[in-house]
């Protein structure tokens, strides 16, 4: 049996309820531009917005002006979406409180991942938001995910609780000196001083 191999997201479509709340949050809270429209393919008395998150990837939006925005947390149950985290810099996470608290949107501060920094909101319809920065740049070649892999194979290995600033270093020198030759016979540290 063969697999249909993935190879990123495409877009993800959420509820939404009336238009303007969509264009509201999406584009004037998260910045994501408002790139398409047009009527929802499957149900024609609805609206099909299209935000870009950054990435080029789409954030879809089915709407419908009877519907108003209920603020009550979504459903958690097994099967039902917790959250979706969005990709910032580091420049743009560490302004998210104060920008958070101006426009008066509650929210967890700032929370530690040790891999990461994550902030939590709830969006205009309850669904929780999720802004991320990582701690660390991908040596060249690589992606945030395969410094992840080798970071949980070294903290697995090392018997440790979760992944740490040690684990980030260590994964991306084991990446890069694998991936990238030398003249030397042996790549081990020295103490030139």
Known sequence: MRKLQSQGVHHITLVGADRQTSIDFWEGV???PFVFEQPNLDAGDESHLYFDPGDG??????T????????????TEPGCVHHIA???S??????????????GIRHSGVKDRGFMDSIYFNDPLGLTIELAAYRFEPPAGFTHADVLLEAHKLRVGRG???????HLAD???SLT??????????RAPRNPY
């Open 171 to 173: 994964a991306i020198e």
């Open 177 to 186: 000196e694998r991936s990238r030759e030398s003249l030397s016979s042996d």
């Open 90 to 103: 580091k420049a743009t996470f560490d302004q998210a409180v104060d920008r958070l608290d101006q426009r």
């Open 64 to 75: 419908k002006e009877e519907r108003k925005p209920d603020p009550r947390r979504t459903p």
């Open 160 to 166: 440790d609780y979760n992944i740490a600033q040690i």
């Open 86 to 88: 969005f990709a910032v």
């Open 30 to 32: 998260l910045g994501m």
């Open 57 to 62: 990837r789409l954030i879809t939006i089915f």
